[in-house]
Nanobody, 121 residues
Framework: QVQLVESGGGLVQAGGSLRLSCALS????????MGWFRQAPGKEREFVVA????????RYAGFVKGRFTISRDNAKNTVYLQMNDLKPEDTAVYYC??????????????WGQGTQVTVSS
């Protein structure tokens, strides 16, 4: 079993920055693809970014526009999402997810409980 716990969310003014963290426990995830998703009020969950097990390959949603950066530190069992130039439309609950499969945007096996990101205008 793999458990994921997100942290780092909060309230920030438009144009500000936040760094989200996702800590994994349980089985090793050294070869897990890791992803970040988000769900805004009244909306479906949407893909944000993913990174493969080595960190050498990433895939970003179009709305990121160079503002977000994903990284991972397998020695610390942690994946990060650095979010810069935040906009009100980024307001959502952000979820960390993991899969033992290849880098993709849609099918994940494990999910965290989410961390709230609120961007004020």
């Amino acid at each position: 079993q793999v458990q994921l716990v997100e942290s780092g969310g909060g309230l920030v003014q438009a144009g500000g920055s936040l760094r989200l963290s996702c800590a994994l426990s349980g089985r090793t995830f050294s070869r897990y693809t890791m992803g970040w998703f988000r769900q805004a009020p009244g909306k479906e969950r949407e893909f944000v970014v993913a990174i493969n097990w080595s960190g050498g390959s990433t895939r970003y949603a179009g709305f990121v526009k160079g503002r977000f950066t994903i990284s991972r530190d397998n020695a610390k069992n942690t994946v990060y999402l650095q979010m810069n130039d935040l906009k009100p439309e980024d307001t959502a609950v952000y979820y960390c997810a993991a899969t033992s499969s290849w880098l993709q945007t849609y099918e994940y096996d494990y999910w965290g409980q989410g961390t709230q990101v609120t961007v004020s205008s």
